[in-house]
């Protein structure tokens, strides 16, 4: 069993930042990538932003410059620094980890948290 805890989520005003992380726990052998989705209503879910295990890290246009996304290895965790929110980053954001798990390889998600930026 593998669980993803999202925390970090809320309501906040245009302009301001949040930070999100991510627990992952249970039978991990490795986490090759983890990083975060969302998705707004009536859209499909979109990558925001990733991180490889040796640090390499890859974001969606729409996020460059505002976003950053870090990792502890140690602590099979990723955060998601968030500043200069804007209301059309509206969205739940879901954690996404690639792993070695006890019962398989493949993605896991975790339980999203939603992140609401009012103007």
């Known amino acids: 069993q593998v669980q993803l805890v999202e925390s970090g989520g809320g309501l906040v005003q245009a302009g301001g930042s949040l930070r999100l992380s991510c627990a992952a726990s249970?039978?991990?052998?490795?986490?090759?990538?983890m990083g975060w989705y969302r998705q707004a209503p009536g859209k499909q879910r979109e990558l925001v932003a990733s991180i490889t295990s040796g640090g390499s890290t890859n974001y969606a246009d729409s996020v460059k410059g505002r976003f950053t996304i870090s990792r502890d290895n140690a602590k099979n965790m990723v955060y998601l620094q968030m500043n200069s929110l804007k209301p059309e980053d509206t969205a739940v954001y879901y954690c996404?980890?690639?792993?070695?798990?006890?019962?398989?390889?493949?993605?896991?998600w975790g339980q999203g948290t939603q992140v609401t930026v009012s103007s």
């Open positions: 996404n980890i690639f792993a070695l798990t006890i019962a398989r390889v493949g993605d896991f």
């Open positions: 249970g039978s991990i052998f490795r986490i090759n990538t």
